[in-house]
């Protein structure tokens, strides 16, 4: 099991910290955060207290920070998968962002389809893998 840590830690501190894109969801009240699968796919689930659902495939790391208030639970999905939902009274989004991948050679282009994505709410999902950090508060 040492040796697993080890390795697992060693493979952390190779990634190196994305360029970041910031959504425009700032201040939207929180529903839940929902990250499913396992580790060659998983997808995280965003949804706002208003009903909209913003799906997008982790390719590198979630993190979600911020409010005390939030709570986490996992659960066991299947025999490989699990789900972790993130959720609490009265939660705001206070930041989210998302990386903007390195194979992208046209931020106007990728920034364009993202906000086309957000106005289409919860009917379809971002298409790409990327790493995604959240900040909540109560």
């Known amino acids: 099991m040492t040796s697993y840590v080890r390795t697992i830690r060693q493979a952390i501190r190779e990634n190196p910290d994305p360029t970041w894109m910031d959504l425009p969801l700032a201040g939207e ?28 495939g982790l390719g590198g790391m979630l993190r979600v920070r911020g409010s005390s208030d939030i709570r986490s639970e996992v659960i066991r999905w299947d025999d490989r998968s699990l ?17 903007i ?6 931020l106007e282009t990728f920034q364009a389809m993202v906000r086309e ?5 919860d009917t379809e999902d971002l298409t790409w893998c990327l790493s995604m950090e959240i900040e909540v508060t109560a």
Do not use: Q
Not at 87 to 96: D, I, Q, T, Y
């Open 29 to 56: 009240r929180l529903s839940e955060i929902v990250l499913f699968g396992h580790g060659k796919d998983a997808d995280v689930m965003v949804e706002l207290l208003d009903g909209r659902r913003f799906v997008l």
């Open 117 to 121: 994505w957000l106005t289409k709410g």
């Open 83 to 99: 789900i972790i939902r993130y959720r609490g009274e009265n939660l705001k989004v206070s930041a989210f962002r998302i990386e």
């Open 101 to 106: 991948p390195s194979w992208n050679d046209d």
